[in-house]
């Protein structure tokens, strides 16, 4: 497992809810490369919920689609945006939980749609929210028009999570 570099940082402006480390209210989301699937380890926190110790579903479609975003930065070495997120919620996700994991990964890719599948399971490996998103993929000019020059991995292999 290696993690990707981020493509953003140091860009002015750059202040992603989902992603940016500098961003004081934001998610602080990192990402893995693990084989063919883009991987986030997070922490929940209590003011991320909507009823009592339980994530928001908000929060959770947020998660969805920031790591989808990242499958197409990495997959494809493109931005795009998104056109569809399907969501549905099978168990909840408590804030309680010491660490999330999301999986998704690249399952088609039509002219310049991508089709991502995305689940977010709890502590116990159990899928408690399953996605299909759709990202429309820039070509590489706008790709670069929006700062977008490519989306790397960092030095060595890192031990699973």
Known sequence: MRKIKNPWLHREG??????CPDNPIGLHMEFFEEGDEVRCYWSPQTHFQGWIDTLH?????TL??????????????????????NITYRKAVMTTEPQVTLKAQLVDHRHRLATIHVQLENADGVVCTQAEVTYLAMDTDKAKSMGFTQCELE???LLPL
Do not use: K
């Open 14 to 19: 750059y202040d992603c809810f989902g992603c």
């Open 57 to 61: 579903g908000g929060i959770q479609a």
């Open 64 to 85: 969805i689609d920031e790591i989808a975003s990242w499958v197409v930065f990495r997959r494809l070495q493109t931005t795009g945006v998104t056109t569809r997120l």
């Open 155 to 157: 030095g060595d292999n």
